[in-house]
Every structure is written in C-alpha cells, then in structure tokens.
C-alpha cells in the first residue's frame, strides 16, 4: 500500500524558510507526478506545486520565486523549499502523489502545518 509521511513543517517568521520533506513507500516515486496542495482555514486545497519523474516542474503563481520542488526518485522522496515566508503562506501542507499509468489515481499525506507569524 502506498503511504506519504510528510515533516518539516512548523512555526516560522515573515521572511524565513523552511523545508519540507515528503517520503512515498509502497511503490517507487518514478510511477507518480508528486506534488505539494496547501489548504488554508476556511479556503479551497490548491496545488502549490508539482514535479514529474523527468523533473519538469509548476508552481501556482502566488509562491513563483520562492518556493523550489524537488525530487530524489532513488530516496523516493520529494521537497519543497520554501522561503521569504509571509503570513498568506500558513495553511496545512499536503503530499500528493498523482499516478503516472491512471491519472485518477491519488495518494495523500497526513499534512503538515505551516504557520507564518508576523
């Protein structure tokens, strides 16, 4: 059975960083597009960011410049790093791994709380 377990998260100041990480076992990453969704209190869950096997990545706009998705297929395990942190940026970060041979296959993490004081 496919399991994300994500960490990194926490508390941090406007303008910090911070790095999360997310580990898939079970399979091998190489099969997914793995991704972080952020969802914020009382909003919608929105991609912030995505990466192919191949390392062809997207980034919603709001974070374009600040925040970096990578992947290690061989750790199975995908990052993002987040910096010049503001307060918009605290919400439940989530790992997704989106299945290569069936789109409409999802695996999901736990989440991880990011919250960014002023």
């Known amino acids: 059975q496919v399991q994300l377990v994500e960490s990194g998260g926490g508390l941090v100041q406007v303008g910090g960083s911070l790095r999360l990480s997310c580990v898939l076992s079970?399979?091998?990453?190489?099969?997914?597009?793995m991704g972080w969704y952020r969802q914020a209190p009382g909003k919608q869950r929105e991609l912030v960011a995505a990466?192919?096997?191949?390392?062809?990545?997207q980034y919603v706009d709001s974070v374009m410049g600040r925040f970096t998705i990578s992947r290690d297929n061989a750790r199975n395990t995908v990052y993002l790093q987040m910096s010049s942190l503001n307060v918009e940026d605290t919400a439940v970060y989530y790992c997704?791994?989106?299945?290569?041979?069936?789109?409409?296959?999802?695996?999901w993490g736990q989440g991880t709380q990011v919250t960014v004081s002023s």
């Open positions: 997704n791994a989106n299945s290569l041979i069936a789109s409409s296959i999802d695996y």
């Open positions: 990466v192919r096997p191949g390392g062809v990545t």
């Open positions: 079970g399979s091998r990453s190489s099969l997914y597009v």
